[in-house]
């Protein structure tokens, strides 16, 4: 494998998350200032921004928009995230999505973990968190530190413990 920056090759989404570790507020500004500094196109920053800390009132109100498959592991993660943007096009979507990849690779760099869930009740989290029509939401990440795998259901605790794979690069290319 060529090299790669350990912050991506250690890189991974768990769904096991230590219940009792906390997301201190210098790790979770460290996290919103290295989404703040990724790359948009015309420098626009579509993206907007809703933390939830554990048991406070907004992560709250994601977990209860989440699948209930993932609220069982979801719920043990310090903080939920709510990434969302402006605007109906796919640009600021993308953008979003790499300012979203640069909080990752910082979580990496702080020790912390994110998963990244697509699949959520959109319409009923905006409701909730009372966004405004021209925000919308596109991803919830769950951030934390490792848990225990075997606390997890049996079903999870495989997919947690076993091998990562990737596709090859020739895979990926389409010439």
Same mark, same amino acid.
Request: hydrophobic residues 45%.
């Given at each position: ?9 250690? $890189?991974?989404?768990p $769904?096991a998350?230590?219940p009792?570790a ?5 790790e979770a500004a ?11 196109a015309?420098n626009s ?7 939830g800390? $554990?048991?406070?009132e ?17 719920r043990h993660?310090s ?7 402006t605007g109906?096009d796919?640009r600021?979507?993308y953008?979003?999505?790499q300012?979203v990849?640069?909080?990752?690779v910082q979580a ?13 009740d ?5 409701l909730e968190l009372d ?6 939401p596109?991803v ?16 999870l $605790?495989?997919?947690?413990v076993?091998l990562r ?6 895979d990926?290319?389409?010439?």
């Amino acid at each position: 494998m060529p090299d790669l920056t350990p912050l991506l090759a250690f $890189r991974w989404s768990p $769904r096991a998350f230590d219940p009792n570790a906390e997301l201190s507020p210098d790790e979770a500004a460290s996290l919103l200032e290295a989404a703040r500094w990724a790359p948009s196109a015309g420098n626009s920053q579509p993206w907007r921004f809703a933390l939830g800390h $554990r048991e406070d009132e907004t992560w709250k109100r994601i977990l209860t928009c989440l699948p209930v498959d993932d609220q069982r592991w979801a719920r043990h993660a310090s903080a939920l995230l709510v990434g969302a943007h402006t605007g109906d096009d796919e640009r600021a979507a993308y953008d979003l999505g790499q300012a979203v990849a640069h909080l990752t690779v910082q979580a990496t760099a702080l020790g912390l973990h994110v998963h990244q869930l697509t699949r959520f009740d959109r319409p009923g989290l905006a409701l909730e968190l009372d966004l405004p029509g021209e925000i919308h939401p596109l991803v919830v990440a769950a951030v934390g530190r490792i848990g225990d795998p075997f606390t997890l259901p049996e079903e999870l $605790r495989r997919r947690e413990v076993g091998l990562r794979h990737r596709h090859p690069v020739a895979d990926l290319l389409l010439a």
